[in-house]
């Protein structure tokens, strides 16, 4: 007997920063030119699907990159950013997260 398991769409997930346990939330949204991103719940911060790097957090219409996937040999698929370890760089300050589909 064969199962079907349908997956749901990704419509929120959380970046948990691992030096202090801060979590960030993010669900998916729909900017004003009608592109579909992931916005973080508490200020104008973006995980956006960039057509040549994968999953990246920056602005749509932003060459810079703030954060991605530390493993750049994941899969990756337009849907959704890949769940694991994430790497953001903003000036001199960098961080680690895990990126948790909930």
Request: net charge negative; charged share 25%.
């Amino acid at each position: 007997m064969s199962y079907h398991h349908q997956v749901s769409p990704v419509t929120t997930f959380e970046l948990r920063r691992k030096l202090d346990e801060l979590v960030y939330q993010f669900e998916r949204t729909i900017d004003a030119q009608g592109r579909a991103g992931f916005l973080r719940t508490d200020g104008p911060y973006w995980i956006v699907h960039h057509p040549k790097l994968g999953w990246v957090a920056a602005d749509f219409d932003s060459d810079e990159i703030m954060g991605r996937p530390w493993d750049q040999l994941t899969l990756q698929t337009s849907e959704a950013p890949p769940e694991g370890t994430w790497v953001s760089c903003k000036g001199s300050k960098s961080y680690v997260y895990e990126l948790v589909y909930v």
